[in-house]
């Protein structure tokens, strides 16, 4: 049975737009998966080598998790700590920044709009919505972090 271009052509968008929407809905759920499998496939040959060596095919996978983790694990935590250590000091220096930013910008401002745009006669919370921003990219920070665990775990149980 042969199909036309038209309903090859119609068949080949409807599965490409599916996808696409598939994706889109489960692409974070699919990420550590398709990450594993990448993993696996870029690391099979050197678990052959090894067993080509001498060791057995868990011994080879053994290894490669435990380099893996041996290197993995002290970078993670030097980025994670180094990445509080700075988010906390921006935190506490958020008041003063946005208290410059406020001169800056009433500084800068014409004389004839500055009586009109004057932000220390506002009642803008700059200083809050600073503080506030700061603390939900440390939460989305964090979570990025809690996903690079999850994807490290998930490369050591796909290695097998």
Known sequence: ???SVRQQMIFWGVLLLSAVILLTYLGNILLPFIAGAALAYLLDPLADRLQHIGFSRIWAVILISAIFVLL???IAVFIFINLVDQLTKLVTAAP??????TA???GTLPSKFSQSFNLDETNLPLGEFLNSTIIV???SIVKSF???VSIAGLILITQA
């Open 104 to 106: 800056v910008i009433n």
């Open 96 to 101: 003063a920044i946005s208290e410059k930013l």
């Open 72 to 74: 993995f694990a002290p």
């Open 1 to 3: 049975m042969s199909f």
């Open 137 to 139: 990219l440390m939460s």
């Open 146 to 148: 809690s996903s690079l």
